[in-house]
């Protein structure tokens, strides 16, 4: 070979090498890229299974979800908080626990953080102890709520405690006295 046809040939091997070098980086890349994708689907499945025990174990479906004491809770998953129109009276009128498939799925996970953290509505629904969990829970009460999707309608609205509510509800007796 004279020295212009070995210099063509270093050239050719030095491309090809640089090739596979690059293809070698790009394989590793996409299998981090992958790696990544996997742990962030098992975090994600994690939070998901975490939001489903707190919600079951914090009684959000008790009254969020119909017919949930009645049937000793043996509803699907897929009607879980879904809202219900069995109404509580009392002296504040008369409350409907509110559709969460479609509150939640409206909102940010970060948007749902700072309301859980801060909204107070009227009795029986125990805001005052929601606000007392760790961000972490309230983000996975959220990616599980938003793993199930929104679903059926809305709440019955609010009845003040001056009129009958057209519906069924449970009374609430007069607060204790002084
Ligand atoms: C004892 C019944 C009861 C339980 C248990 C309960 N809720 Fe509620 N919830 C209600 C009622 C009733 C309302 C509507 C209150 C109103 O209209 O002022 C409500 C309203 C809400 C709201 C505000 C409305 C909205 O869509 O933003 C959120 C959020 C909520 N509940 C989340 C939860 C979560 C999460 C749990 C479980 C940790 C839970 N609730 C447990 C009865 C309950």
Same mark, same amino acid.
């Given at each position: ?13 030095? =491309? ?7 293809? +070698?980086? !790009? $394989?590793?890349? @996409? ?6 994708? %996997? ?53 504040? =009128? ?7 498939? +479609?509150? !939640? $799925?409206?909102? @940010? ?6 309301? %859980? ?62």
């Amino acid at each position: 070979m004279n020295r212009i046809g070995l210099m063509a040939a270093a050239l050719v091997l030095g =491309g090809l090498v640089a090739g596979m070098a690059g293809a +070698l980086a !790009l $394989t590793r890349a @996409s299998q981090a890229r992958a790696g990544a994708d %996997a742990t962030h689907r098992r975090a994600d499945a994690d939070a998901v299974a975490r939001g489903r025990y707190l919600v079951r174990a914090m009684g959000c479906n008790d009254c969020h979800t119909p017919g949930y004491p009645e049937r000793n809770g043996e509803v699907p998953e897929s009607e879980w908080l879904t809202g219900n129109a069995l109404g509580w009276r009392g002296a504040w =009128g008369t409350t409907y626990p509110a559709n969460l498939r +479609l509150s !939640l $799925t409206a909102m @940010s996970e970060d948007e749902w953080v700072r309301y %859980a953290h801060t909204f107070e509505t009227r009795p029986p629904m125990p805001w005052f102890n929601l606000r007392h969990l760790g961000d972490d829970d309230l983000r996975a009460i959220h990616r599980f709520v938003v793993s199930l999707g929104p679903k059926g309608e809305r709440a019955p609205a609010y009845v003040p405690p001056t009129e009958t509510p057209k519906g069924p509800y449970v009374q609430f007796p007069a607060p204790p006295g002084p």
